[in-house]
């Protein structure tokens, strides 16, 4: 029986801004297939493990790909864990993402700005109505009869068909009827251009039609055998020196489902009580969902080179949910399961390492590329922060990496260093001063600052949220403490001369006067009134007790709500 769906409502408008905006990038359609494909073969071999009878005597894992001039149309085809019918229709019908409406809020109409964020979305399955006007999906799960096969057919119109099937072989085949405009598409030449291209790095054999040979009389000859034209072998486990940067950058956009190119990756290798390869990739663009907490994680798990799971909290710290990559380790058994992950010592321990290669690929990054350092802080700064309060083990090495905007710089650009501010300090300077306030403006205009910015020091404008946290955490940099400038009694230390106290005493004794009266007059709203020469320019400010929560901490709190 076959009956006819609705597209979730999300997938009609996903599928409309894909086909516009996507066009010209529109040979990704064929990575994101042979991507599901690999997916697919990945989840099989996982699966297997603990129910070898799910291969049904068929272990070797493979993706096709084929074309057919005639029927016009492309198909991709796999042996790997196959669909339900409960599956196609959760999978192909509708959006299960964390942050899909958040997602479609974001989007502007500008085609442009909008081919990024869909990039960051991840394209996926429908990016096939690019270049079809239908696709036909013909899938059964392994394990299941062949009669349990279903096929689901679309014109990416709104709806879709499902009616049973029967499938012998196991796994998913998908077939794109292509649109007449793109029939340059349908030649194994072209087709085998664009595989080698976006999907050499896929670890199972992608096979397609042999390039046609020729006998000496110009006949062709062989040209039906398929055979594999990619190198069959996870990317990670080969050596650096054989991988391209091209190569490289695809592997990325495979597992982060990113479309653009990456800013930087680590491939590493580490032998001893641990052993591991991993390779970790710093996206240039933000995801969609980089502020929800409960979004994916981004690297993935194998154990032996087999895919194990992602979305592992543990493999790396919540500062650094925006990396991208693989850990593959022998260390851990395969048939680990979610729940031993979560208490593996083992794990922490590789986590730790990884982290370490992480950071040390920042700070290279920091040092030689300062352009792609600026593009990396603006991006993911203000979520890397969060590590000064999360990895006590590496709090020194994440604040050198920290970069802030300060009374120094003529605009929010947070481009100062510790390293450079501590180096521009002033003779008998011993303390990294700084403000936190909500927004720039108000940190650079505040009345605090006055005394500083007469004395040319430099102070640090900390206007992220996050930014309480830092300095709740961070006490000292190298030695420097770090002193807010807008609590406790004015402290400018060894800054201060003999001028400067006796002109305080002399404020002092002038205003003790007014400062009674002001006091009679406030009560107990207030804990104290002192004359200052905080202030140069303004005739009062408020200040909190030093070990008192910043006002821009109080605000923060209640805002919300506590
Ligand atoms: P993603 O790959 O990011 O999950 P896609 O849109 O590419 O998103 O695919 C949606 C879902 O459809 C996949 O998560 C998977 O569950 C299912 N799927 C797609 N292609 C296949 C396939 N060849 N075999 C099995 N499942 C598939
Ligand atoms: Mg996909």
Redesign the pocket.
């Known amino acids: 029986m076959k009956e006819t769906l609705s597209f979730q409502t999300e997938v009609k408008q996903l599928l409309q801004l894909m086909i516009h905006s996507l066009y010209s990038n529109k040979e990704i359609f064929l990575r994101?297939?042979i991507?599901?494909?690999a997916?697919?073969t990945d989840?099989l071999r996982f699966e297997s493990l603990n129910q070898a009878a799910l291969l049904e005597n068929d272990g070797d894992l493979k993706i096709t790909v084929t074309c057919d001039v005639e029927a016009k149309t492309i198909t991709?085809?796999?042996n790997?864990?196959?669909?339900s019918r409960e599956?196609?229709i959760?999978?192909?019908g509708t959006?299960a993402?964390s942050g899909t409406k958040a997602f479609f809020e974001q989007l502007s109409g500008d085609a442009k700005k909008d081919a990024n964020l869909i990039g960051q979305f991840?394209?996926?399955?429908?990016?096939a109505f690019i270049v079809a006007d239908e696709v036909t999906?013909e899938?059964r799960r392994a394990g299941a009869a062949a009669h349990e096969a279903v096929r689901w057919v679309s014109r990416g119109d709104g709806e879709f068909s499902i009616e049973a099937i029967e499938k012998t072989e196991r796994?998913?085949?998908?077939t794109l009827h292509v649109k007449e405009a793109e029939a340059e598409l349908l030649s194994d030449w072209t087709l085998r251009r664009i595989v080698t291209t976006y999907s050499d790095h896929i670890s199972v054999p992608i096979l397609m039609k042999q390039a046609p040979q020729y006998d000496d009389e110009g006949n062709i000859i062989h040209a039906e055998e398929l055979e594999a034209v990619n190198q069959a072998q996870a990317l990670w486990t080969r050596s650096k020196n054989d991988i391209s940067d091209e190569q490289y950058q695809e592997f990325y956009k495979h597992i982060s489902?990113d479309f653009q190119d990456a800013l930087a990756w680590s491939h590493f290798r580490v032998e001893g009580k641990h052993e591991y390869t991993g390779l970790m990739y710093v996206p240039k663009a933000a995801p969609y969902d980089l502020y929800e907490r409960e979004a994916k994680g981004g690297v993935k798990l194998y154990v032996k080179r087999v895919f194990i799971m992602d979305d592992v909290q543990k493999l790396m710290p919540m500062y650094l949910r925006f990396i991208k990559g693989v850990i593959d380790t022998s260390d851990l058994p395969l048939n680990v399961s979610r729940e031993i992950l979560q208490q593996s010592r083992d794990l922490d321990q590789i986590r730790a390492g990884a982290v370490k290669k992480i950071l040390a690929m920042l700070e290279d990054l920091a040092k030689n590329r300062a352009e792609d350092y600026t593009t990396f802080w603006n991006t993911f700064g203000s979520v890397f922060k969060e590590g000064i309060g999360e990895d006590a083990a590496n709090k020194n090495k994440l604040a050198g990496l920290c970069r802030f905007a300060s009374t120094a710089g003529g605009d929010a650009t947070q481009n100062v260093s510790l390293a450079d501010y501590i180096e521009r300090m002033k003779e008998g300077q011993d303390k990294i001063y700084y403000i936190t306030a909500e927004t720039y403006a108000a940190a650079k205009n505040s009345p605090h600052l006055e005394i500083y910015l007469k004395k040319g020091i430099e102070v640090l404008l900390l206007t992220d949220r996050v930014d309480e946290w830092v300095v709740g955490s961070l006490f000292e940099f190298e030695g420097k403490k770090l002193a807010s400038v807008s609590k406790g009694e004015l402290d400018l230390g060894d800054l201060a001369n003999e001028a400067d106290k006796a002109e305080q005493e002399k404020a002092q004794e002038a205003a003790k006067d007014v400062v009674a009266t002001i006091k009679t007059h406030l009560g107990d709203k207030v804990a104290d009134v002192r004359a200052t020469t905080r202030l140069t320019e303004s005739p009062a400010c408020l200040v909190v007790g030093e070990f008192d929560m910043s006002q821009n901490l109080q605000r923060m709190l209640a805002q919300a709500g506590a």
């Open positions: 994101e297939l991507s599901n494909a997916d697919a989840k991709v085809s796999d790997g864990i196959g669909m599956e196609v959760e999978n192909l959006i993402k991840g394209v996926g399955f429908y990016s999906v899938t796994g998913t085949s998908i489902h």
